[in-house]
């Protein structure tokens, strides 16, 4: 399959994963039954410190300097561009993620509070260290970025469901949600490089040559 159609499938997946959880948050449908059913069977399976620490990764204190340290590893090698993509690929995180919370007013596992759909920590997570893994893709190589950042994501996510923080299509949500803002800024770093290759033969060809 052409990676151009394998990228609109998978962002089509996001696209109907997404859908369906917030419809099913919405409308306190079966599928909540299943996810509050599997929440009860995972939560307290790991221990406290542990899940505790796992969730910490998504806190922007500590995934936000890691964005903004390869943000500024980038800068100092010239990529501004892509700097700025992945710095709006960030605010648009809460500018999305904070409305959804008002208006899905989802309750936590272990509290009556509501505003727990869908997951912030979750979503902080995947887009600074996925965000960072694109900014570095041309510098250190997919094979040390991506697997990293996916590492870090599926780790905080596994920790917010096992601490109780969060319910699993919580998580899941952010995870579709994010999916989508990272293939857009993975698309706008294509262009971006692309443009530059293109310039790249003009400005070293000498002039009336």
Same mark, same amino acid.
């Given at each position: 399959?052409? !990676? #151009?159609r394998?990228?609109? $499938?998978?962002?089509? @997946?996001?696209?109907?994963?997404? !859908?369906?959880? /917030?419809?099913?948050?919405?409308?306190?449908?079966? %599928? @909540?039954? &299943?996810?509050e059913r599997?929440d009860r069977?995972?939560?307290?399976? =790991?221990?406290?410190?542990?899940?505790? =620490?796992?969730?910490?990764?998504?806190?922007?204190?500590v995934?936000?300097?890691?964005?903004?340290a390869a943000?500024?590893? *980038?800068?100092?090698? #010239?990529?501004?561009?892509?700097?700025?993509?992945?710095a709006? /690929?960030m &605010? *648009?995180?809460?500018?999305? +993620? $904070?409305? %959804?919370?008002?208006?899905?007013?989802?309750?936590?596992?272990? /509290?009556?509070? /509501? #505003?727990?759909?869908?997951?912030?920590?979750?979503a902080?997570?995947? +887009?600074?260290?996925?965000?960072a893994?694109? $900014? @570095?893709l041309?510098? *250190?190589g997919?094979?040390?970025?991506?697997?990293a950042?996916?590492?870090?994501?599926?780790?905080?996510?596994?920790?917010?469901?096992?601490?109780?923080?969060?319910?699993? %299509?919580?998580? $899941?949500?952010?995870?579709a949600l994010?999916?989508?803002?990272?293939l857009?800024? =993975?698309? !706008?770093?294509?262009r971006?490089? &692309?443009?530059? !290759?293109?310039?790249?033969?003009? &400005?070293?060809?000498? =002039?009336?040559?």
């Amino acid at each position: 399959m052409p !990676a #151009g159609r394998l990228r609109a $499938v998978v962002a089509a @997946l996001y696209a109907v994963a997404f !859908a369906l959880s /917030t419809w099913q948050v919405l409308v306190r449908g079966p %599928l @909540l039954g &299943a996810d509050e059913r599997l929440d009860r069977a995972v939560v307290g399976h =790991a221990p406290r410190a542990l899940a505790e =620490a796992l969730s910490d990764l998504g806190s922007m204190p500590v995934a936000l300097p890691v964005l903004a340290a390869a943000l500024a590893w *980038a800068l100092w090698r #010239g990529a501004r561009a892509p700097v700025l993509a992945g710095a709006l /690929t960030m &605010a *648009a995180v809460p500018a999305l +993620v $904070v409305p %959804l919370k008002i208006w899905t007013d989802r309750r936590g596992p272990l /509290t009556d509070a /509501t #505003g727990y759909y869908p997951s912030g920590h979750t979503a902080t997570a995947m +887009v600074a260290y996925g965000a960072a893994a694109l $900014v @570095l893709l041309p510098y *250190a190589g997919r094979r040390a970025t991506v697997p990293a950042a996916a590492l870090l994501t599926v780790a905080t996510a596994t920790g917010l469901v096992l601490r109780g923080y969060h319910w699993p %299509l919580d998580v $899941v949500a952010s995870g579709a949600l994010c999916g989508l803002l990272l293939l857009a800024l =993975a698309a !706008a770093l294509r262009r971006l490089a &692309a443009g530059r !290759a293109g310039r790249a033969p003009a &400005a070293e060809c000498p =002039a009336g040559g």
